[in-house]
T-cell receptor, first 111, second 117 residues
Framework: GEDVEQSLFLSVREGDSSVINCTYTDSSSTYLYWYKQEPGAGLQLLTYIFSNMDMKQDQRLTVLLNKKDKHLSLRIADTQTGDSAIYFC???????????FGQGTELSVKP | ETGVTQTPRHLVMGMTNKKSLKCEQH?????MYWYKQSAKKPLELMFVYNFKEQTENNSVPSRFSPECPNSSHLFLHLHTLQPEDSALYLCASSQEAAGGAGTDTQYFGPGTRLTVL
């Protein structure tokens, strides 16, 4: 079945790197996404990676995809207090627009 | 600003009320979605509209009734809700649903926080 797993919490110090991990079960995923949700807000698309790529970098964000292990990670360099939020990974299998979301990882950045 | 707006942002209603949630997208997309986000649970897809046709109803109770009059607008009509329906309701849009090549990348609105008393 389709399942996306994330750890629930991560706490880092300001200026450190954060790494948020995600595992998924369906090897037919075509795109994998990272969304950010700040308190009281909707989901903001951060970045996405096509399943035939291993890595994608966008400013402070680096996405790594290990398709063999079905593991996706989001690295945030030089983490700031404004990065405190819940981060969701999601997979798309081009099936009627369905995205399967993980439970979200709450990132807490301490000054 | 993602180009997807939702109104109202907050709604409190009794179980016998009828209300509607509205979503509007300014991105020129053809697919729109309703999700329910409850505390401690993953996002639940409720409905998908692609080119104004409903293509997905994820076993949603009939007290939730969607309407998509055109590709830019999506409504969720609510009646006789239960307290467990209290949640954040999120609308999203994408270029298409299942068009492939990333055309189903979804952009979300800010949500409507619904409380059912």
């Amino acid at each position: 079945g389709e399942d996306v797993e994330q750890s629930l919490f991560l706490s880092v110090r300001e200026g450190d790197s954060s790494v948020i991990n995600c595992t998924y079960t369906d090897s037919s995923s075509t795109y994998l996404y990272w969304y950010k949700q700040e308190p009281g807000a909707g989901l903001q698309l951060l970045t996405y990676i096509f399943s035939n790529m291993d890595m994608k970098q966008d400013q402070r964000l680096t996405v790594l995809l290990n398709k063999k292990d079905k593991h996706l990670s989001l690295r945030i360099a030089d983490t700031q207090t404004g990065d405190s939020a819940i981060y969701f990974c999601a997979e798309s299998m081009d099936q009627g627009g369905k995205l399967i979301f993980g439970q979200g990882t709450e990132l807490s950045v301490k000054p | 600003e993602t180009g997807v707006t939702q109104t109202p942002r907050h709604l409190v209603m009794g179980m016998t009320n009828k209300k509607s949630l509205k979503c509007e997208q300014h991105l020129g997309h053809n697919a729109m979605y309703w999700y329910k986000q409850s505390a401690k649970k993953p996002l639940e897809l409720m409905f998908v509209y692609n080119f104004k046709e409903q293509t997905e109803n994820n076993s949603v109770p009939s007290r939730f009734s969607p309407e998509c009059p055109n590709s830019s607008h999506l409504f969720l009509h609510l009646h006789t809700l239960q307290p467990e329906d209290s949640a954040l309701y999120l609308c999203a849009s994408s270029q298409e649903a299942a068009g492939g090549a990333g055309t189903d990348t979804q952009y979300f609105g800010p949500g409507t926080r619904l409380t059912v008393l």
